[in-house]
């Protein structure tokens, strides 16, 4: 998180033109209308798709309807373009769309005999939908459907493309039959309130439905589903089908979930504050554990370290950087904050932190191997501070898994960057909603970003109280409870690229957001009494500046109402 261990995070806002397409009464849609490309889900392997430079196949995971998906990796001067020639009636309006993941992706159509189209859209770690459409010409009788990435980019996948509009004679994929049940249905995880579920897919379904106790309860596209809202120490009955426009299946064999005892939760004060331990030497202040500053109620050791394994984590303490620290004063160092109260996590990300949880069996070691090291060291817990996207499905089980062996001490933090919170659609934000019966905060990082939308929708620049008050407000009004929520803030103008301000500003954007005192412009049309608090990049820049950032904020924090 300073601007020797943390990128900073790149990203250009698109501009993208609406096409004004002129429907005629042939395009209108008709119960004739079809969907007229062909394996369009890639069920059968690229049969009727082309993809330049052999960049395409099919794959398991990602889907998000059936069993195969099409990944396409571009590579060198090749933007991994797949085609597929659909047959089409003349004068006629067809409707284009396909559901597309990954890095950025294109969809369009060439060869109309009038406007050729396309949509894209940039890198996006959940499935998402481009639409568009065209109208052919006189004389047109086929066209070239395309998909293509970008250069340099990472592969792309696309599932369920449509060119929906009249029949063109061309022939369609078979229309489909009821699915089977889904099988491997298991409980992947457990809180008070909530059950996880995991099942395999089925081939040829596009959802499945969930049931507890022989009664509906909630509908998903992908394998895994959590149902909350339970009562705690209850043994639940679960059931899953698969549909598609044919039907539905008949339910699954059934699993029995028990929920865990209600939680005491993790031993914090109702305000805290949370400071990042740097694993290394950049000419911050170097420190052992026992170093930090006793105003530090959660401690991030930072950072875990990716492995070979998918998704699996290690942690290697950088004794020579830090002056022969050793392992074994490390621990020990770890059970004394633990015994003045404090928690100490271990967090995975960071500049280096390129670990991946975009599938089950990543997800999978990805949880085991931090419990492992929480048994290793004695943390108590995980910080997730990934900065290339996260897979929210994939990444909520994961630390449902986790929760489940570690138990309801367990601490769980994020650090999203500001682009990552602007939505609930993002996957920073979804996991975070996802989790939210197991989540201890999420503190956003309010530096090293551009200009960002406010709650109330305008744009703030870094640096003031209102970028702190007006974004921290998406959060609180997007569903997060205010104990949830923390600032994220660098503890001196070494400690960031950008974005410091003074401890100063800091009380006051608190103050703004517990109390309606001390706002600038902004101003909350309600109050946070229960915030939690603030964090900061770090501990050891901290000290560097005689630890001026937590005697300042640390007694704010900890005197908030």
């Known amino acids: 998180m300073s601007p020797q261990t943390r990128s900073i995070r790149l990203w250009a806002g698109a501009v993208t033109a609406a096409l004004a397409l002129s429907l005629t009464s042939a395009g209108q849609a008709s119960a004739a209308d079809v969907n007229n490309a062909k394996n369009a889900g890639f069920e059968s392997g690229l049969a009727n798709w082309a993809c330049s430079a052999g960049s395409g196949a099919t794959v398991s995971s990602p889907v998000r309807t059936g069993s195969t998906a099409l990944k396409a990796t571009p590579a060198g001067q090749d933007n991994a373009r797949c085609t597929q020639t659909v047959a089409v009636k003349p004068n006629s309006t067809y409707a284009l769309s396909a559901w597309v993941q990954g890095g950025y992706s294109y969809l369009g159509v060439t060869g109309t005999g009038t406007t050729d189209v396309s949509t ?3 890198d996006s770690t959940s499935w998402k939908q481009l639409t568009t459409s065209f109208t052919t010409g006189a004389s047109t009788t086929s066209v070239t459907v395309y998909t293509h990435g970008w250069y340099g980019q990472a592969a792309y996948y696309v599932d369920d493309l449509s060119v929906f509009g009249p029949d063109g004679g061309g022939g369609t994929d078979p229309a489909p039959t009821i699915p089977g049940a889904p099988a491997g249905l298991s409980v992947s995880g457990t809180s008070s309130t909530s059950v996880s579920l995991a099942w395999s897919a089925v081939s040829g379904a596009t959802g499945y439905s969930v049931y507890r106790d022989g009664a509906k309860v909630t509908a998903v596209t992908g394998t895994s589903a959590t149902v909350t809202g339970l009562t705690a120490s209850t043994s639940y009955s679960f059931q899953v089908t698969a549909t598609n426009a044919a039907g539905e299946s008949v339910k699954s064999t059934a699993v029995t979930g028990r929920t865990t005892a209600t939680p005491t939760g993790p031993a914090l004060p109702k305000h805290a504050v949370t400071g990042y331990w740097q694993n290394f030497n950049n000419g911050a202040t170097v ?3 026992s170093d930090v500053q006793s105003q530090y109620d959660i401690i991030a050791v930072a950072f875990a370290d990716a492995t070979s394994t998918p998704g699996a984590v290690t942690f290697n303490l950088d004794s020579a950087g830090l002056g022969g620290y ?4 490390f621990k020990a160092d770890i059970t004394a904050k633990k015994a003045a109260g404090k928690k100490v996590i271990i967090s995975v990300g960071g500049q280096n932190g390129t670990v991946s949880i975009n599938d089950s069996t990543s997800a999978t070691n990805f949880a085991n191997s931090v419990y492992s090291l929480m048994q290793t060291y004695g943390f108590d817990g995980v910080d997730i501070d990934l900065e290339n996207g996260i897979n929210a499905t994939y990444m909520s089980q994961s630390l449902r898994s986790l929760s489940s062996k570690a138990g309801s001490s367990l601490v769980i933090t994020m650090a999203p960057q500001t682009i990552d919170m602007q939505s609930t659609s993002n996957g920073y934000f979804q996991t975070a909603l996802n989790i939210k019966d197991i989540l201890t905060v999420v503190n956003m990082q309010y530096y090293n970003s551009g200009s960002m939308l406010g709650c109330d929708g305008k744009v703030y620049s870094q640096g003031s109280v209102d970028f702190l008050t007006a ?9 997060l409870a205010p104990s949830q929520v ?17 401890p100063s500003v800091v009380n006051n954007a608190l103050d703004c957001l517990t109390k309606g005192t001390g706002c600038g412009s902004f101003k909350p049309s309600r109050t946070y009494p229960d915030l939690r608090g603030a964090m900061t990049w770090s501990t050891n820049w901290d000290a560097a500046a005689g630890n001026a950032w937590s005697n300042a904020v640390g007694p704010h924090v900890h005197g908030l109402p």
């Not at 050793?326 to 004063?329: E, W």
């Not at 974004?471 to 569903?479: F, H, R, S, T, V």
């Not at 923390?486 to 003074?502: I, K, Q």
């Open 120 to 122: 894209w859209t940039p």
């Open 287 to 289: 420190q052992k554990l």
């Open 326 to 329: 050793t392992v074994d004063q």
């Open 471 to 479: 974004l921290a407000c998406i959060q609180l009004e997007g569903g």
């Open 486 to 502: 923390g600032l994220g803030l660098p503890a001196s103008t070494s400690g960031a690229g950008s974005g410091y301000v003074s």
